[in-house]
């Protein structure tokens, strides 16, 4: 049970009696569905929350009288489980109710006084680490042999001996608790798998969330990943330039061919957060990190670099610089070739060479300067920022990464409605089209150029070519196959978006927005616990962010309004709410709270979300106002609009000639 559903009422449904309770924390909610799925697939029912919890009860009756109708009680074992009140009181509960523990452990983390009172002398099976076809068997097997009366304990070990260890019983009492200890690689942390290279090898899939299996991480040798350098200087007001220096940095790595190297995005999570070398190291799926730190005082900088082996902690490589400002450029690329030549590195397939971006320092601090508050992602960073870019840009005309900057400014300026489309396309285009004139090579103007074709032209096969182009230059920048998917899917090529959203998690494993999407995708294409499996993800990156709408979006197309409407506690936008309530309530027959919900929807959503209005009329069948709506949508160029070729939630809609007509009218193939 997910700690943090604990104390929430819920809506009433009919009480359900399981045969398994599932005891879980929060933190592996994704592997504990999976396993959810594995049991109930063989006809095991399980009650798992908040999917299972009774409407309008409190969580912690509905979790007592779910422990005390159940026959056996299927614990995820890991340091989460280990470290949280709720589940200690499950496994208490359900030792002294006699009630039979499968505890899978997916983790090596030491048991606590507690756990180890209740464990520590049960049966264990250890099962082949990293089999997870065996290891769904074992527990379906020892689920129905505690659901069997006359069951034998052990008697279906001898036929899986090649996967078990010498078996030991022990009664404590009057019952048998009995742990099977399955030793699993956490299903969702598929990040750690095999990193696609940049060039041929980037062609294979990334099984960023792959379908029924679960992971061994391979970490290649010649992988590192950038930590964000720390800011030494006297004032600490030098933090954009010690980021600056972790991202050209990145920048220029990713470009050797032979070398793997994660996004900004996931280099830069683990800034401020407890977490060792080694911790980062195992997330990110390389063997070494290269950080240090940036003393600037005037025009005068002190960088400190090292390279360090994750495994052992063994500094690989290590240097000072005390350089004149003006001379920065070299330092990177002396770092650059450091780490290159101790990695044993070939450069014959593409190097980390490049044309120095300017020359007039002044304008690159300004620059960086905008960089960082683009980073940040207030109304007034932004404003902020583009003021830094046109004066970087006024010091000097020829530097072609800040004219891009400026575009990218632009575009995310008018997606949030800081300035109008009018002012939004005349700036951007004349930006980006000076980047590109200055250096026509450049991937991320390429890049840039691509967002601003799509969100301010929708002109989606112009951004479909930009965006081929930036990957082409770079097979390495993680973000450009976040935007080519996005395109791909507005064109209706779901299969080689996903695959692209696959290959983008794989060089930026730590891109929440990449894992809902993903998760959506996922989600519509009917496969629920791997869409489950990414929407928790993003939800423990940015759970600011990613609330848990996904959770109950995917019950509904599971058909489980019930379940939906037990997530609405931890959905924070009242237009998601009304929603999903209007969803859930008609498919319970509850068509008066339905029409409510309905009208809070129009009410919150009619002025900033038309879109989801009618997204959600065209799953209720009513064509006609999902037609209006979506008509309303297009006046407003709603950007919720620009998915509807691949979004099946208007399968609906697609069999009625005005669908057609409306795609032409978007700039769509039919």
Same mark, same amino acid.
């Given at each position: 049970?997910?700690?943090?559903?604990?104390?929430?009422?819920?809506?009433?449904?009919?009480?359900?009696?399981?045969?398994?309770?599932?005891?879980?924390?929060?933190?592996?909610?994704?592997?504990?569905?999976?396993?959810?799925?594995?049991?109930?697939?063989?006809?095991?029912?399980?009650?798992?929350?908040?999917?299972?919890?009774?409407?309008?009860?409190?969580?912690?009756?509905?979790?007592? &009288?779910?422990?005390?109708?159940?026959?056996?009680? @299927?614990?995820?074992l890991s340091e989460h489980a280990i470290a949280s009140s709720h589940v200690g009181k499950e496994i208490e509960r359900a030792s002294s109710k006699r009630r039979r523990i499968i505890a899978l452990r997916i983790d090596s983390a030491s048991l606590n006084r507690a756990f180890e009172y209740f464990l520590s002398e049960s049966q264990w099976i250890d099962l082949h680490a990293g089999d997870a076809d065996a290891a769904a068997a074992q527990l379906t097997t020892a689920v129905r042999r505690h659901l069997e009366p006359s069951a034998v304990i052990g008697a279906h070990i001898q036929s899986n001996k090649?996967?078990?260890?010498?078996? &030991?019983?022990?009664?404590?009492?009057?019952? /048998? @608790?009995?742990?099977?200890?399955?030793?699993?690689?956490?299903?969702?942390?598929?990040?750690?798998?095999?990193?696609?290279?940049?060039?041929?090898?980037?062609?294979?899939?990334?099984?960023a969330i792959a379908p029924t299996s679960i992971a061994i991480a391979v970490v290649p040798q010649k992988s590192v990943a950038v930590l964000p350098f720390v800011d030494m200087s006297e004032k600490k007001d030098q933090a954009y330039f010690a980021d600056g220096l972790s991202e050209e940095l990145i920048d220029m790595l990713t470009k050797i061919s032979d070398l793997q190297v994660p996004a900004r995005t996931s280099s830069f999570y683990f800034r401020d957060k407890q977490a060792t070398i080694a911790d980062i190291a195992k997330a990110l799926a390389v063997a070494h990190v290269l950080e240090g730190s940036v003393r600037k005082s005037g025009k005068t900088i002190r960088i400190t670099a090292q390279l360090v082996r994750a495994d052992n902690g063994y500094h690989v490589w290590s240097e000072t610089y005390d350089r004149q400002i003006d001379d920065i450029f070299k330092v990177q690329d002396d770092i650059a070739g450091s780490v290159v030549k101790s990695l044993k590195v070939s450069l014959l397939a593409g190097g980390a060479s490049r044309s120095i971006p300017t020359t007039n320092t002044d304008a690159y601090t300004s620059y960086l300067q905008a960089r960082a508050l683009f980073q940040r992602g207030s109304a007034d960073d932004y404003r902020n920022a583009y003021e830094h870019l046109t004066e970087a840009v006024a010091l000097d005309p020829a530097f072609a990464a800040a004219w891009s900057e400026i575009a990218r400014v632009r575009v995310r300026q008018y997606?949030?409605?800081?300035?109008?489309?009018?002012?939004?396309?005349?700036?951007?285009?004349?930006?980006?089209?000076?980047? %590109?004139?200055?250096?026509?090579?450049?991937?991320?103007?390429?890049?840039?150029?691509?967002? @601003?074709?799509?969100?301010l032209d929708w002109d989606w096969q112009g951004a479909d070519t930009e965006m081929k182009t930036s990957l082409r230059l770079d097979p390495g920048l993680g973000e450009s196959y976040r935007w080519a998917a996005m395109t791909a899917g507005t064109l209706g090529r779901v299969d080689e978006a996903e695959d692209l959203l696959r290959k983008a998690l794989a060089l930026d494993p730590m891109e929440a927005f990449t894992y809902i999407t993903l998760s959506d995708y996922l989600r519509q294409s009917g496969h629920w616990p791997e869409a489950t499996k990414a929407g928790a993800r993003a939800h423990d990156l940015m759970p600011s962010i990613f609330d848990n709408?996904?959770?109950?979006?995917?019950? %509904?197309?599971?058909?489980?309004?019930?379940?939906?409407?037990?997530? /609405?506690?931890?959905?924070?936008?009242?237009?998601?709410?009304?929603?999903?309530?209007?969803?859930?309530? &008609?498919?319970?027959?509850?068509?008066?709270?339905?029409a409510a919900a309905l009208t809070e929807l129009e009410k919150t959503a009619a002025a900033d979300a038309p879109a989801e209005i009618a997204r959600v009329y065209a799953l209720l069948g009513e064509r006609d106002l999902s037609f209006k709506w979506l008509d309303h949508s297009y006046e407003v160029r709603d950007p919720n609009i620009v998915d509807i070729k691949r979004d099946r939630d208007f399968d609906a809609l697609r069999s009625d000639p005005r669908y057609v007509r409306f795609l032409q009218k978007m700039n769509l193939p039919p």
């Open positions: 049970m997910a700690e943090n559903d604990r104390g929430q009422p819920a809506a009433r449904a009919e009480t359900f009696k399981a045969d398994v309770f599932i005891s879980y924390a929060s933190h592996d909610a994704p592997l504990a569905n999976v396993i959810v799925d594995a049991l109930e697939m063989h006809g095991i029912r399980c009650w798992i929350a908040p999917r299972n919890v009774v409407p309008g009860s409190l969580y912690a009756d509905e979790i007592i &009288r779910a422990i005390n109708d159940a026959n056996v009680v @299927v614990l995820l090649r996967f078990l260890s010498p078996v &030991r019983t022990v009664r404590r009492g009057k019952w /048998l @608790v009995t742990a099977v200890v399955v030793v699993l690689a956490l299903a969702y942390v598929t990040v750690n798998k095999v990193w696609l290279s940049k060039h041929a090898q980037v062609e294979d899939p990334a099984a997606y949030l409605g800081q300035i109008t489309l009018t002012a939004a396309r005349a700036e951007a285009h004349r930006a980006i089209g000076k980047a %590109l004139q200055l250096d026509p090579q450049l991937p991320e103007a390429h890049l840039t150029r691509g967002r @601003v074709l799509y969100f709408r996904y959770v109950a979006e995917i019950a %509904l197309s599971r058909g489980d309004p019930q379940a939906a409407l037990s997530a /609405l506690p931890r959905v924070n936008s009242p237009i998601e709410v009304a929603s999903i309530k209007a969803r859930a309530f &008609r498919a319970l027959g509850r068509n008066q709270d339905a």
